[in-house]
């Protein structure tokens, strides 16, 4: 890729809890890139209005906090915490926060490449205000956007621009984001409602992915974020739980306990379970039974 020379010219200041990053972009990010023109952050202690029309920008807003109200397109939309809206600033608005619960706002103006394009096809889907399952992954790209402009190299507006690529995805998918995060939730209760019945069979990581049609690498990490610990942490305490209530309320041997628990190899189970209990399986039987 042939390298051009930045011209970028981009400060930030902070005002209290505001926080404001404004960028002049190259005439090649102008013209073949997206690129922004402003972001940043603001916590606002008064009841501000803004006001304005054609401005040659688009703005994407996260209400981090609070609440205020949008005017956009002779509509007036109350905008609370967990909500966003996409605008084309070319027409006529204002935003306001609230006096009683003043808001916290992340923010990007953008422009560039085929953003008219991209907001054309959100609103015709959505309207101005929106409000995602969640807004982290809006924050953390915007947050990105932020430290990547803080940080200057000969390659931050193709980054930035891919960055911004990233955000108008989001936009024009994050229905079919929650769709897909809500199949996953499914499949996941599932998958664990399956190890607390299956636990004392021979349970791998490639049956699983298999049974139910899912990459064991993803199911791997999205298990652990979800239930905060790995399928093999949770298929040990499972079995420890079971091996827990034979000592106590049968009489049968730590071996015969082995292998209904699944461990099948006795000295195994026996380091796991003194692991979890800081005692013996035949010490734990004799304090819980006293």
């Not at 997206?34 to 209005?49: M, W």
């Not at 401005?55 to 002779?74: I, K």
């Not at 430290?147 to 108008?168: H, M, P, Q, Y």
């Not at 041997?253 to 189970?269: A, K, M, R, W």
Request: glycine share 4%; net charge neutral.
């Amino acid at each position: 890729m042939q390298q051009f020379q930045m011209k970028n010219e981009a400060y930030t200041a902070s005002l209290g809890d505001d926080f404001r990053q404004i960028s002049t972009p190259s005439s090649l990010a102008k013209k073949s890139f997206f690129y922004i023109q402003e972001t940043g952050r603001l916590k606002s202690d008064q009841n501000r209005n803004t006001k304005r029309q054609n401005l040659q920008s688009f703005l994407l807003v996260v209400v981090l906090d609070g609440r205020g109200v949008l005017t956009y397109g002779d509509q007036n939309y109350t905008v609370t915490k967990g909500e966003c809206f996409f605008i084309d600033c070319r027409q006529p608005h204002s935003y306001q926060s609230d006096k009683e619960q003043p808001w916290e706002l992340l923010w990007v103006h953008f422009n560039g490449a085929a953003s008219e394009d991209y907001y054309q096809m959100f609103y015709a889907q959505n309207g101005p205000v929106f409000c995602p399952a969640s807004t982290a992954k809006f924050i953390s790209t915007i947050q990105e956007i932020i430290r990547v402009n803080s940080e200057k190299t000969a390659d931050t507006e193709i980054i930035t621009s891919n960055l911004l690529v990233n955000l108008l995805t989001l936009l024009l998918t994050f229905h079919s984001i929650e769709i897909e995060d809500d199949v996953l939730h499914l499949k996941l209760k599932s998958i664990l409602a399956y190890l607390d019945e299956h636990f004392s069979e021979n349970i791998t990581l490639d049956s699983l992915a298999h049974q139910f049609y899912i990459s064991k690498y993803y199911l791997t990490r999205e298990f652990k974020k979800t239930y905060g610990e790995t399928i093999f942490q949770h298929l040990i305490s499972v079995r420890i739980n079971y091996a827990k209530r034979l000592l106590r309320f049968t009489d049968k041997t730590v071996e015969e306990i082995s292998e209904l628990c699944g461990f099948h190899d006795q000295s195994y189970f026996t380091k796991q379970f003194k692991k979890a209990e800081n005692m013996t399986c035949l010490a734990f039987r004799r304090r819980w039974r006293d």
